[in-house]
Every structure is written in C-alpha cells, then in structure tokens.
C-alpha cells in the first residue's frame, strides 16, 4: 500500500495567488482529513470527510479555504486568493471507519 | 484546552527502553488513549491506543494506571530513528475528529 498521497510536496506561491492541494486517500478507507501545522497553532483539524461528503469545517480559517472531495479516492483543499499568514504545513490523513489516522507527507506552503 | 498533560522533552539512550509519561486525569469511561509520534519533516504516525488494558504491539508498549489517570508508552529498545515528537491523545470512538494535540513530548535518543 503506497499510504496517503499528497501533491505537491512544496509549494511557493505569493500574495494573492490561488493555492491548491492535493490529496489521495488510502484505498478503501472512508474518511478524509486535513490538518494544517504551524509552530504557533500545532495541529489543527481543518475539515473532514466521511464517503466523500464533509461532515465538519468548523476548523477552516475563512471563506477563503474550501475543500472538496468528488471520489473516494481524490481530495482537493484550495486557498484564494492566499496570503502569508496561510504558511504552513497541510496534511492529509485519512481512515477506515472510526479508528487510527494515516497521514501523508503533508505540502509544505509558503506565501510570500 | 489540552486533555493530556506531557513533559515537553525526554532524553534516552540507544537500545535502552523510553518511557514516555502521560497524565490525563479528566479522562473519561469511554475515552482511548491513543499515542502517535511525529519523525522530522513527516506527518504523524500511530503507535498504539489502548481502554482499560495494557497494549502490546510491534512498535510499543502502553501501560494504563488502573485509575486511568495516566499512562506510559514503552519504546523497549530504542534506536536513533525513534527521535521524534510523541503526542499522547484521549477520544471517544463515537466522537467526531477534533483530535486536540498538545505540544507533545519531543524524545531524543542518543547514541
């Protein structure tokens, strides 16, 4: 199993710009989660997903981030426009019903 | 806030055992104690997670207190590689995912 995907491993973008991330679950698991880290804030839970349909964002910044998940297996969390305060370290985990997180590698972000 | 409370940083030496403390005395019946670990420039990995009863598996060891106010993670014989942040965490199954990490315990193991 090549665990959760997540695309682009970097990224460097400035102000304004629209930012998207990618994410490919592991197969067969039916929540999505993504996270994003910072050394102020930690962990925090963004959104997440259970057969595709979201189920809380409470944790999403503002309108600027939306997240969406068209399959089982492609997730996408978009940010537009950008902004620096937006640099940080996004994860993607995902899970078969109600147990142990996987996470990807995460996306480094940078907004310059 | 936090419902776990870790030492902020642990030292150990190669192929000795690391305990790795947990206090969550708030804890309640239907919470788990999960614990994953966070290697440099990597996203968090699961350990273990345990009820009532002591856990075994091929990457540690988790001893519960009877009260279950706290706990321990038990790396038996450390190697370099397990230098990593270690996140204790309590949830219920039927909870949603609002996971709180705390800062967790940054271990070093020394050679």
């Known amino acids: 199993d090549a665990g959760v995907i997540q695309s682009p491993r970097h990224e460097v973008t400035e102000m304004g710009q629209e930012v998207t991330l990618r994410c490919k679950p592991i197969?067969?698991?039916?929540?999505l989660f993504w996270y994003r880290q910072t050394m102020m804030r930690g962990l925090e839970l963004l959104i997440y997903?259970?057969?595709?349909?979201?189920?809380?964002d409470s944790g999403m910044p503002e309108d600027r981030f939306s997240a969406k998940m068209p399959n089982a297996s492609f997730s996408t969390l978009k940010i537009q426009p950008s902004e620096p305060r937006d640099s940080a370290v996004y994860f993607c985990?995902?899970?078969?019903?109600?147990?142990?997180?996987?996470f990807g590698s995460g996306t480094q972000l940078s907004v310059l | 806030d936090a419902k776990t409370t870790q030492p902020p940083s642990m030292d150990c030496a190669e192929g000795r055992a690391a305990n790795l403390p947990c206090n969550h005395s708030?804890?309640?019946?239907?919470?788990?104690v999960y614990w994953y670990r966070q290697i440099h420039s990597q996203g968090p990995q699961y350990i273990i997670h345990?009820?009532?009863?002591?856990e075994t598996n091929e990457m540690a060891s988790l001893i519960i207190t009877e009260d279950r106010k706290s706990s321990t993670l038990i790396l038996p014989h450390a190697t370099l590689r397990d230098t990593a942040v270690y996140y204790c965490?309590?949830?219920?199954?039927?909870?949603?995912?609002?996971?709180?990490w705390g800062a967790g315990t940054k271990l070093i193991i020394k050679p």
């Open positions: 345990g009820l009532k009863n002591n």
């Open positions: 708030t804890i309640s019946g239907n919470e788990y």
């Open positions: 197969s067969g698991h039916d929540y």
């Open positions: 985990a995902s899970s078969s019903a109600n147990e142990k997180l996987f």
């Open positions: 965490i309590v949830r219920a199954m039927d909870s949603n995912y609002q996971l709180i």
């Open positions: 997903f259970n057969n595709n349909v979201p189920i809380d």
